[in-house]
Nanobody, 120 residues
């Protein structure tokens, strides 16, 4: 059974930092590309950052480049999102997602998300 469990969200002041974690199970984590998405109520879920299965290749949305860093620990089946210089526009529920070519349905699996609120 595939599981994605996000944690690490919370309330932070503008300019602050948070580190999100996503613990994964039920699929070969080291073979999967992992992504972070975020969603504001009433809006579409948007891709924030992604890290490929091999080579450490990463991609970021323009709005977070230079502030967010995605990383993974394959030994712990965990992907992280380090968020620095947070601003109010980063307020959202953050979700992780996995993709593996041999399990197409994996991309439709979502965890419960973790709420990030940036406010003074």
């Amino acid at each position: 059974q595939v599981q994605l469990v996000e944690s690490g969200g919370g309330l932070v002041q503008p300019g602050g930092s948070l580190r999100l974690s996503c613990a994964a199970s039920g699929f070969p984590f080291s073979s999967a590309a992992m992504s972070w998405y975020r969603q504001v109520s009433g809006k579409e879920r948007e891709l924030v950052a992604a890290i490929m299965a091999t080579g450490g290749v990463t991609n970021y949305a323009d709005s977070v480049k230079g502030r967010f860093t995605v990383s993974r620990d394959n030994a712990k089946n965990t992907v992280y999102l380090q968020m620095n210089s947070l601003n109010v526009e980063d307020t959202a529920v953050y979700f992780c997602n996995a993709r593996w070519r041999y399990m197409p349905a994996l991309a439709n699996t979502w965890g419960q998300g973790t709420q990030v609120t940036v406010s003074s």
